[in-house]
Nanobody, 122 residues
Framework: VQLVESGGGSVQAGGSLRLSCAAS????????MGWFRQSPGKERERVAH????????YYADSVEGRFTISQDGAKNTLYLQMNSLKPEDTGTYYC?????????????????WGQGTQVTVS
């Protein structure tokens, strides 16, 4: 499975960006699809995920109310709509896919990763 992100760029604070992640094949069933980011000097952070087992959605506290994760199964594409961007949102954003655990939860470790796309907010 290959994941390819796009949509990153530079934007002023308060602006918006939409990231896309195209999967090489349909993998959503029994998978958790997520967005992570890594900022300089910080550990990789889980920003949001969709559990395709029960449909639940998770957002990090730092992005709740500003970011929206969604997906289009017909296009094998995952999205992250980012509004009201702040300088602290700057980082490399990664799309990831992880198989659901035996009890239907999103895993701690995701098995498939994209190459990342840079988001810079000034």
């Amino acid at each position: 499975v290959q994941l390819v992100e796009s949509g990153g760029g530079s934007v002023q604070a308060g602006g918006s960006l939409r990231l896309s992640c195209a999967a090489s094949k349909y993998i959503y069933f029994r998978y958790c699809m997520g967005w992570f980011r890594q900022s300089p000097g910080k550990e990789r952070e889980r920003v949001a995920h969709i559990n395709n087992g029960d449909g639940s959605v998770y957002y990090a506290d730092s992005v709740e109310g500003r970011f929206t994760i969604s997906q289009d199964g017909a296009k094998n594409t995952l999205y992250l709509q980012m509004n009201s961007l702040k300088p602290e949102d700057t980082g490399t954003y990664y799309c990831a896919a992880g198989r659901l655990t035996w009890n239907g939860r999103c895993p701690n470790n995701f098995g498939y990763w994209g190459q990342g796309t840079q988001v810079t907010v000034s």
